[in-house]
């Protein structure tokens, strides 16, 4: 019986073994069998991610100035990420499965592939769940204004006067009975210098919670209107510094309460008219505030201030101070030249703008060997009496017309061309060049890139003596008040038949009185002016029309461009219009067509086809979804700048239809384009389905020499270069001279207007779709000044790109490049040739060092800028042998790196010299970082900022009385600096002054 309960056992289990494998088998087989149900269950979930994704980022898109994301939605997304990219290598695996190989399936590899699209549904389908549980959003936390707003002044070590006023200036702004402080004296004497050097000293202390520094516009109008003018402007830089968010008519009342009980400092530089402060929301009870006045006019708040300082010229000391700083002591104190330079240094009347302008004249005459006689020259022409005195701007006249005279022939229309801007008003390198070309400054400049270069040599001459001066953004410039002012004069004597209308001070033009004037204008600037277009304008005269920046111009009379037959140049970007009339068909010689950021136009007018003079194209953010054909007829068309920033998709269209960004063989007929710029949102489904059409197009384009240009997919780039390669086989940088080349995606919306390395020669590549990174980017990526390495999954450093195509690198940002170790290592030791200077190293898991090989770490020798973010794994920033390499560091940013221990290695002994140019270091959230130098003895030889935040293990500052002399802030919070350890007394004292509480 034993044995038939045996049997029967045995039997069973045998009967229930084979059924497993059968099912084990079936299950198996159903992995491939099912193959093509189961990626198609795959992909419909995927779309459900996507559009769940899509969901998210736009309710976060709409509401990112008052909420934020939360952690867990923040994990999701990056989960989402993750999986698309899984997918994304699931879907080329199956590509490159061969389903049949010498008349046998792949079983295997089908197998792996099968159970894969089970898993990553399931997996996927989760994703989608999980969602529906998460928290998207928390309102955000408004933070704070910055305490102060660090200047760029020029220093004033060497003018000891005018230092002895900032120090008047603090030592007033302490006493309790001094609210109101006014300086004044001429233009050119230094007031916007003492201003912005006061407002960093003030930084230096705790006395105020808030310094507010506005900077006022000079004006032109007189009255009311310029003090209406002036008003507006300073409450609209005080609503964005103090982040208020108040109506128009609430403003004054908003301001008041924000600062009421704060200690806070106003700074008003170049006051113009005396306003009443009630009326702007600074009251006379809001009993911690005070206030300083900079202005040129003697009278302004001269009864309302509790003190006053009359900034006079240099004394005879400090003007050779300056002169000698200038031009060097040894040309300045030779027997032969000293009576020179104390004549010259008597007619430039100790201002020191007029020195300044002189003493680089002066200079540039030094290369040669009878420079003396030009310098005695100079002298005779300063002291030659003027037809047409200015009284006390004398000096500045005589000065500036003598660098006027000897400014090389086509610069001297350059510079009058300036005083066709309002004051102050900050222009683009790059515009005012065009603007130049069309008005035929520029000869034998024949192309745009000549131009550019001219423009540039242009500028470096006007810049360099002090005639410019570089504007607060990058690649801008403007020319100072009261020298634009001497212009004006030079201009109205050399060019006595011409006429110029330009707006004044937010005066409303309109009727008669505008007709009168511009139709005998050649040159018409109403930029950010009040005025009411006529309907036809007898105006044959007219060359330049600047409109821009006026929100409230929205509509152009039908006829209004009837009889502007010779216009060149037709700027309206930034204004309210929705339409351009169809007498613009009558601009025969139009060049320049700026409708940059006119977010109401939508489409252009067919007749837009008659400009056949037209140059310059800019369509850059507008409504604009499709350009017509009819642009393909401009075939005298040099420069095309359009976006199309909308997300569009497959089923948007016009009436049904589908709707084509760039109709066919529109790019292709502009054969005279040299630049071009096509900004897309990197959503934009359509472009996706046109862009390989559009690319080679424009590698048809033979005088192509710029170009800004997205591509979705790798094989899509490839197929352009090699294109590009066939029209320039003998030219390795395949004919381009600038580019702004995206290869893949990132979720990054822009990539063409920005300005992240602040190069002016741009070539700039970045990398953005993972994979292997082919010869043909290599191969482009030899002319490129910077790069931009993002989401590549399997690169350790920077060889997988090779040592030899990145000899000319300048600038280089890696970011969430998942198995990056180090950057500079194992084949790219020698990747950079010291040409590399400024490194961004941001959202790197796995990065433990820099430099894997310290041996190669001379290849860093030249970085200015270094930023770090997002860098778990990085232990210590700074070994031994890096420090003593990087000779030229400035800038050093170290934020979110939870395992950051030391800034500088512990045990290294530092050379004397080591980080000699260090000036600013910035050190936000590392937990565990508990020492920036060991070694106390070490010298910050030009250390003058330090921003230390949420850093709660470092107890001790590696500086003593005499290591960092020149440090000038410690920024940081007043309970971190409270649980700090000081080696004594002394120091603790000295560095006490510097901080500055966030």
């Not at 430039?348 to 009878?370: K, S, T, W």
Request: glycine fraction near 6%.
């Amino acid at each position: 019986m034993m044995e038939s309960v045996a049997t029967e056992v045995t039997g069973n289990v045998a009967t229930s073994t084979v059924n497993y494998v059968l099912g084990y088998l079936k299950r198996k087989y159903g992995y491939v069998s099912n193959l093509k149900e189961n990626w198609a269950k795959l992909e419909k979930e995927k779309g459900y991610l996507c559009d769940k994704e899509a969901d998210v980022t736009n309710n976060l898109e709409k509401d990112e100035e008052t909420m934020e994301e939360t952690a867990e939605c923040k994990t999701w997304l990056k989960e989402v990420k993750d999986m698309k990219a899984k997918l994304e290598e699931l879907r080329k695996k199956d590509d490159n499965i061969s389903r049949c190989f010498c008349g046998l399936c792949p079983f295997h590899s089908l197998l792996k592939l099968g159970k894969d699209v089970v898993t990553y549904t399931t997996e996927v389908t989760a994703l989608c769940d999980r969602q529906q549980k998460i928290n998207i959003m928390v309102k955000r936390e408004k933070a704070p204004p910055i305490r102060v707003r660090m200047k760029h002044p020029k220093k004033i070590d060497d003018v000891p006067s005018l230092n002895d006023h900032v120090e008047k200036l603090l030592k007033w702004l302490k006493g309790d009975n001094f609210k109101r402080l006014r300086i004044w004296g001429l233009p050119g004497v230094g007031k916007t210098t003492i201003m912005k050097n006061l407002n960093n000293r003030v930084r230096e202390t705790q006395q105020f919670d808030i310094v507010l520094f506005v900077d006022v516009s000079e004006a032109k109008s007189m009255g009311e209107e310029m003090r209406e003018v002036m008003r507006e402007e300073i409450q609209e830089q005080l609503v964005k510094r103090l982040q208020l968010g108040a109506q128009s008519d609430q403003i004054p009342d908003e301001i008041s309460k924000n600062l009421v009980d704060q200690r806070y400092l106003l700074l008003l530089d170049g006051v113009y008219s005396e306003i009443d402060l009630n009326d702007i929301g600074i009251h006379d009870n809001h009993e911690l505030g005070k206030v300083v006045f900079a202005t040129r006019y003697r009278n302004v708040y001269r009864s309302s201030t509790d003190e006053e300082i009359n900034i006079t010229r240099l004394s005879e000391n400090d003007g050779q101070n300056l002169f000698k700083k200038l031009l060097g002591d040894i040309e300045v104190d030779q027997p032969d030249s000293q009576p020179i330079v104390k004549g010259i240094l008597r007619e430039c009347g100790g201002m020191p703008q007029v020195i300044m302008i002189i003493a680089n004249m002066l200079r540039d005459m030094l290369i040669d060997e009878n420079y003396l006689a030009s310098w005695r020259d100079v002298l005779c022409q300063l002291q030659v009496p003027s037809t047409d005195p200015m009284g006390e701007m004398e000096e500045v006249y005589k000065a500036f017309k003598t660098v006027y005279d000897r400014l090389n022939r086509d610069c001297q229309p350059c510079l009058r061309y300036w005083t066709i801007f309002p004051p102050d008003y900050e222009v683009h390198e790059d515009y005012m060049t065009e603007c130049w070309k069309a008005e035929q400054f520029l000869a034998r400049a024949e192309t745009l890139g000549n131009a550019r270069d001219r423009g540039q040599r242009i500028f470096y001459e006007l810049e360099d003596k002090s005639l410019l001066e570089k504007g607060r953004k990058a690649r801008h410039f403007k020319m100072p008040f009261f020298l634009q002012r001497m212009a004006v004069r030079i201009r109205d004597q050399e060019e006595e038949d011409s006429k110029f209308l330009v707006g004044e001070g937010g005066k409303i033009l309109e009727g008669e009185e505008l007709l009168e004037k511009w139709e005998s204008a050649q040159r018409v600037s109403l930029i950010r002016q009040k005025f009411t277009l006529p309907q036809k304008l007898a105006s044959d005269k007219t060359l330049t029309l600047l409109l821009q920046k006026n929100p409230n111009l929205t509509e152009i009379p039908e006829s209004f461009f009837e009889s502007m037959c010779n216009l060149r140049i037709l700027d309206l970007c930034n204004t309210g219009i929705m339409s351009m009339p169809p007498s613009i068909s009558n601009l025969k010689n139009l060049r320049l067509l700026y409708l940059n950021n006119c977010g109401h136009i939508v489409e252009l007018p067919p007749n837009l086809q008659q400009l056949k003079s037209l140059e310059i194209l800019d369509l850059r953010n507008t409504g604009i979804l499709t350009l017509p054909k009819e642009i393909g007829q401009l075939t005298g068309l040099k420069c095309l700048r359009v976006s199309f920033k909308k997300n569009c998709s497959c089923s948007n269209g016009i009436n049904g239809q589908p709707l084509l960004m760039i109709p066919c063989n529109v790019i292709a007929s502009l054969s005279s384009l040299e630049e071009l710029s096509i900004d897309v949102n990197y959503k934009n489904k359509i472009w996706n389905q046109i862009v390989d059409t559009v690319a080679g197009e424009v590698a048809k384009l033979k005088k192509l020499a710029s170009l800004c240009f997205y591509f979705p997919e790798l094989t899509c780039f490839e197929a352009f270069t090699e294109a590009r390669n066939r029209n320039y086989m003998e030219q390795e940088d395949h004919g381009l001279r600038s580019f702004r080349i995206v290869v893949g995606n990132h979720n990054m919306d822009n990539f063409l207007g920005f300005d992240f390395f602040g190069y002016t020669t741009e070539r700039h590549l970045r990398f953005a779709t993972g994979g292997v990174i082919p010869n043909a980017f290599s191969n482009v990526l030899k002319q490129g000044y910077s790069l931009e390495l993002l989401g590549h999954h399997s690169a350790k450093n920077l060889s997988v790109i090779g040592a030899a195509n990145l000899e000319g690198l300048k600038a280089c940002t890696i970011e969430e490049c998942d198995e990056m170790e180090s950057i500079i290592g194992g084949e790219s030791g020698d990747i950079v040739t010291g040409a590399l200077q400024k490194l961004h190293l941001i959202n790197l898991p796995k990065l433990v060092s820099i430099c894997e090989d310290l041996n190669e770490s001379r290849s860093l020798n030249k970085i200015t800028t270094l930023t770090l973010q997002g860098c778990p794994r990085l232990k210590r920033l700074f070994p031994q042998a890096l420090v003593q390499l990087l000779c030229n560091l400035k800038d050093l940013q170290v934020k979110d790196c939870s395992k950051i221990e030391e800034i500088i290695e512990g045990g290294s002994i530092v050379e004397i010299g080591a980080l000699p140019k260090l000036k600013n270091v910035v050190l936000c959230k590392l937990p565990r970082l508990f020492r920036i130098c060991e070694d106390v003895s070490f010298e910050w030889l030009s250390l003058e900022t330090m921003k230390i935040q949420n850093c709660p293990d470092l107890k001790h500052l590696p500086f003593s009385m005499e290591n960092a002399t020149r440090l000038r802030v410690i920024e940081c919070t007043e309970n971190w600096w409270s649980q700090l350890v000081w080696p004594d007394d002394s120091v603790q004292d000295r560095l006490k002054g510097l901080r500055s509480f966030t």
